[in-house]
C-alpha cells in the first residue's frame, strides 16, 4: 500500500499521467467557463435592486470560494512534505502559492468593482472583503519566504511550517473580523452579501463555481509540471523530454 | 552562560555530575530565561528603544491631526495598541539573531532539554524587556491622547496580554526568518495577519470601556488568543527554528 | 428571442438588442471591467506555466546541442 503511495510521489508518474490527462481538463474548463459566461451575463435575469452590475457575482463568487480552498490545498501539499518529505507534494505547494495569490487579488478587485454601483464607494471595510485581505496577506507571505531561501529544501519546510501556522489561524482571524465588524457596523445600513437568489441566477453561478473548480487543477498541474521540469532538469528522463521535441523538429525540417 | 547556573539544584546537578539529560526542564527554562535577561541588562542602551519608539511615534499623532481632544480620545484606543504593535514587531527581529551569529542557537537546537521550553523561555525573556515596559508606558501614551480615564485599566489589563502574545506570534515569523538577511521586514509581513485578531480584541475592549459598556467580552477573547499562541507558539517556533536552520 | 439547446430552453435573451447589452444597462464599465481583467488574470495563469515550460526545454536543447558540437570537436582533434 505504501508503495502505491511512494509511487503518487514520483514527479516523472505525475508528469507523464497528467500530460495524459491535460487536454480534456482543458477542454472541460474552458467549455465550463464559456456556458457558465454567457449564461451569467446574457440569460440569466437582472437583479432588481442592483441592475445588471450584479453579473459580476458569477466571477467574484468563485474565485473567492477559490482563494479560500486554495489555501487550504496549498498547506496540505506543504504538511505531506514536511511529514513525509515527499518533493513532489512541494511541487504542488509551489505552484499553488502564486495561483491562490492571484485569485485572491481577482476576487478583492472583483469586489471592489461591484462594490462601486452597489454601494458607492470602491473600497469597504465590511467583514468579507477584510477577511479576503488578510487572506491575500497569508498567500503573499508565502510567495515572498519561499523566494527569500536560496536552498530548496529549506523554502519547502519553512514555507509549509508557515502555512499551517497560517491554516490554523485563519478562523480565529476570520471570526475576529466578522466580530470586528459586527461592532461597527452602523445599525441603519445592513450591507449584506449576496441577496436570496432567484434559482435562474443561482444555476449560471454553479456552472461557474464549477468551472472555476476546474480552471483551478488545471493551472495548479499546470505550474507543478513545470516546477518539476525546473527541479528535474539533470534528469535523463527531462533531458529525453527536450531532445524527443529536437528529434521531431529536425525530422519534420528534413522533410521539408 | 555559568552565571545564569548559580541556582543551588544546578550546581548540585553540576557538582554530583549529573549528564545533561538529567538535569530538570525547569533548569534549562530558568537558565535561559536568566541568561537572556542578562545580556539585554548588558545592552542597556538598546533595552530602551522599542519603548522610546512606541513614545515618540505616539507623540507624531497630535502633530499629525491636530490637538483637539475630542478627536484625540476617539483615535486614543486604536492609536494606542497599534503603535505598541508596531513597537513590539520592531524588536522581534533581534529574538535569535544574536544567538544565530555566534552558534548558541544551534547548542540550543541540539540540546537535550526540550527546545519548545528553551524557546518558551526566550520568548518570556523578550516580553519582559519589551512587552512589559510598553505596558507600563501605555498611561503615559494615554494621556497624550487624551484617552478618557475608563479606559487606563482595560488598556493595560488588555496591552499585558497583547504584548505577550505579539511575542509569542513574533518568535514564529522570527524563528522562520533568522537565517535570512534581511529578514526584518519579512518578518513583518508573516506575522501581521496573525496580529489581526489581538488588535481587533484589545482596541474594542479599550473602546467599549469608554464608551459605559463592559469590556469583559472583547478581553476574554483576548484572553482566548493568548492562551491559544501560548499553546501554539513554543512548538512552532521550534519546529521553525529546526527548519530554518538546517533545512 | 428563445434560443432551445436540446432539451435546455434557456430564458429569454435578456437584452433587447446586442448594444444594450454592451451597454448593461448604464453599468457597462463595471461589468466589462471586471470580466475584462478576469479575462486577463486567467489567461495569464495559463499561460506564463506554458512559456516557462517551453524556455526550459530549449535551454536543455541548447546545453545539449553545445555539448554534442564540443565532443564532436573533440573527436576531430584526435
Not at chain 1, 470602491?122 to 507571505?141: C, H, K, N, P, Q
Not at chain 1, 502555512?163 to 465588524?181: E, H, Q, R
Not at chain 3, 470580466?35 to 495559463?46: F, R, T
Amino acid at each position: 500500500m505504501w508503495r502505491w503511495f511512494h509511487r503518487l510521489g514520483s514527479p516523472r508518474w505525475f508528469y507523464q499521467t497528467s500530460g495524459r490527462w491535460l487536454p480534456w481538463l482543458a477542454v472541460l474548463t474552458l467549455a465550463l467557463l464559456v456556458i457558465g459566461t454567457l449564461w451569467g451575463l446574457a440569460f440569466a435575469p437582472e437583479d432588481a435592486r442592483q441592475g445588471n452590475s450584479f453579473r459580476i457575482i458569477y466571477i467574484h463568487v468563485p474565485v473567492s470560494f477559490l482563494a479560500l480552498a486554495g489555501y487550504y490545498v496549498m498547506a496540505v501539499a506543504g504538511a505531506v512534505n514536511l511529514i513525509w518529505r515527499i518533493k513532489l507534494a512541494d511541487m504542488v505547494m509551489t505552484a499553488a502559492a502564486p495561483l491562490g495569490a492571484a485569485l485572491t487579488f481577482l476576487a478583492l478587485f472583483t469586489g471592489a468593482i461591484w462594490g462601486k454601483p452597489t454601494w458607492g464607494t470602491y473600497w469597504v471595510w465590511d467583514a468579507r472583503i477584510t477577511s479576503m485581505l488578510v487572506l491575500l496577506f497569508l498567500y503573499l507571505g508565502v510567495v515572498v519566504l519561499r523566494n527569500s531561501f536560496s536552498g530548496r529544501d529549506t523554502a519547502g519546510k519553512a514555507c509549509a511550517i508557515l502555512a499551517l501556522v497560517g491554516t490554523v489561524n485563519i478562523p480565529i482571524i476570520y471570526k475576529s473580523v466578522d466580530w470586528w465588524f459586527t461592532l461597527h457596523q452602523p445599525a441603519t445600513i445592513k450591507l449584506s452579501g449576496a441577496p436570496s437568489m432567484h434559482p435562474d441566477m443561482f444555476k449560471p453561478l454553479l456552472v461557474m463555481i464549477l468551472a472555476y473548480y476546474c480552471f483551478y487543477a488545471l493551472v495548479l498541474i499546470l505550474n507543478t509540471r513545470t516546477e518539476i521540469l525546473q527541479r528535474e532538469r539533470r534528469t535523463g528522463w527531462v533531458n529525453d523530454l527536450a531532445v524527443n521535441k529536437l528529434a521531431v523538429t529536425e525530422l519534420v525540417s528534413k522533410e521539408q | 552562560m555559568t552565571e545564569a547556573l548559580r541556582t543551588p539544584a544546578s550546581q548540585q546537578a553540576v557538582q554530583e555530575r549529573l549528564p545533561p539529560e538529567l538535569l530538570p526542564p525547569g533548569e534549562g527554562f530558568v537558565g535561559i530565561l536568566k541568561r537572556d535577561l542578562l545580556l539585554a541588562f548588558r545592552h542597556r542602551g538598546e533595552l530602551a528603544n522599542p519603548l522610546i519608539f512606541f513614545i515618540m511615534v505616539t507623540a507624531l499623532i497630535p502633530i499629525a491631526v491636530g490637538p483637539q481632544k475630542a478627536l484625540l480620545s476617539q483615535l486614543a484606543p486604536g492609536m494606542i495598541w497599534v503603535m505598541a504593535l508596531l513597537g513590539t514587531l520592531l524588536s522581534s527581529d533581534s529574538l535569535f539573531q544574536s544567538d544565530y551569529a555566534d552558534g548558541t542557537l544551534e547548542q540550543l537546537i541540539i540540546s537535550p532539554q526540550p527546545l519548545w521550553l528553551l524557546v518558551l523561555a526566550k520568548i518570556s525573556a523578550h516580553w519582559l524587556v519589551t512587552g512589559l515596559p510598553i505596558t507600563l508606558a501605555a498611561p503615559i501614551l494615554g494621556l497624550m491622547l487624551a484617552l478618557p480615564e475608563a479606559g487606563y485599566g482595560t488598556l493595560v489589563l488588555g496591552l499585558a496580554m497583547g504584548t505577550a502574545t505579539f511575542s509569542l506570534f513574533g518568535a514564529i515569523g522570527a524563528a522562520l526568518t533568522v537565517a535570512l538577511r534581511k529578514g526584518g521586514v519579512l518578518l513583518s509581513l508573516i506575522v501581521m495577519p496573525l496580529y489581526f485578531p489581538v488588535l481587533i480584541f484589545g482596541s474594542a475592549a479599550v473602546q467599549r470601556v469608554v464608551d459605559g459598556g463592559s469590556a469583559g467580552a472583547p478581553l476574554a477573547l483576548l484572553g482566548a488568543v493568548f492562551a491559544f499562541a501560548l499553546l501554539l507558539s513554543p512548538f512552532a517556533t521550534a519546529a521553525s527554528l529546526r527548519a530554518g536552520i538546517n533545512g | 428571442m428563445n434560443i432551445q439547446f436540446g432539451n435546455f430552453q434557456f430564458d429569454s435573451f435578456q437584452f433587447e438588442s446586442l448594444a444594450e447589452f454592451f451597454a448593461m444597462g448604464g453599468h457597462a464599465t463595471y461589468v466589462w471591467g471586471a470580466y475584462g481583467v478576469a479575462l486577463v488574470v486567467m489567461v495569464w495563469l495559463v499561460v506564463r506555466p506554458l512559456l516557462r515550460r517551453a524556455s526550459i526545454l530549449n535551454e536543455l536543447r541548447q546545453n545539449l546541442k553545445k555539448r554534442q558540437h564540443s565532443l564532436y570537436e573533440e573527436s576531430r582533434e584526435q
